[in-house]
């Protein structure tokens, strides 16, 4: 199953983007996004749980983006404000079918090939 993520671009220093993802059309616990950068490890953005009771932000994300989920249109959002050089990277939506919200790569079973955000100084 392969995620569809969307939204991505160019944008200068302190501007906006909202990111989309589809969500697999089967069960699933969490839907979280992650990103990465040439020549570094995945790093964890945010996550929610599918009831969206519960919402957790890596350091990174705090206070500048937000995830959210749009149960009309089927889509699971990220919201990323006040953008910054260092959050130039491919952005990947992810899937955990069982478990709570975690910030370990290897516990998602869904992926997206990812959309590029890039921001220029």
């Known amino acids: 199953v392969q995620l ?4 991505g671009g160019l944008v ?3 501007g906006s983007l909202r990111l989309f993802c589809v969500p ?3 069960t699933v616990s969490v839907m979280s996004w992650f990103r990465q950068a040439p020549g570094k490890e ?3 953005v945010a ?3 599918w009831r969206g009771d519960r919402k957790f932000y890596g350091d990174s994300a705090k206070g500048r983006f937000t995830i959210s ?5 089927n ?15 491919a952005y990947h939506c992810a899937a955990r079918r069982f478990g709570g919200i975690s ?7 869904y992926w997206g090939q990812g959309t590029q955000v890039t921001v220029s100084s």
């Open 47 to 49: 996550a929610m749980t």
């Open 4 to 7: 569809v993520e969307s939204g």
């Open 69 to 73: 989920r749009d149960n009309r249109n």
């Open 12 to 14: 200068q220093a302190g």
């Open 42 to 44: 995945r790093e964890f």
């Open 103 to 109: 910030t370990t790569p290897s516990d998602y079973d």
């Open 24 to 26: 697999p059309e089967r």
């Open 75 to 89: 889509t699971v959002y990220l919201r990323m404000n006040s953008l910054k050089p260092e959050d130039t990277a």
